[in-house]
């Protein structure tokens, strides 16, 4: 049995959201993810140390590939096509 189990009788309405929770996660992830992209770039010209920088950037995209490849699994489609294609740039 998967993290989203989706082996629940139809109409029920737990069927209906989780996939809509875990594309509105994924939406929220790759928001992040973007910010954490713009964050990085204006920290490399400081004085952080970059690897810190480059570390915390890949925890997020992590997270969003992650829950990207779990949308994938459990057959959640809509409003991830766009997720997906986006994807590529980071």
Request: glycine share 6%; charged share 30%.
């Amino acid at each position: 049995m998967g993290l989203f189990s989706l082996n629940k009788p139809k109409g029920h309405s737990e069927l209906k959201t989780i996939p809509d929770d875990l594309v509105n996660l994924i939406e929220l992830k790759k928001e992040d993810l973007a910010k954490a992209r713009i964050s990085e770039k204006a920290m490399l010209e400081g004085d952080v140390d970059p690897r810190m920088i480059k570390a915390q950037t890949n925890i997020i995209k992590q997270k969003y590939f992650f829950l990207l490849r779990a949308a994938r699994e459990q057959g959640v489609s809509g409003n991830l096509q766009r997720a997906f294609e986006s994807s590529n740039r980071y």
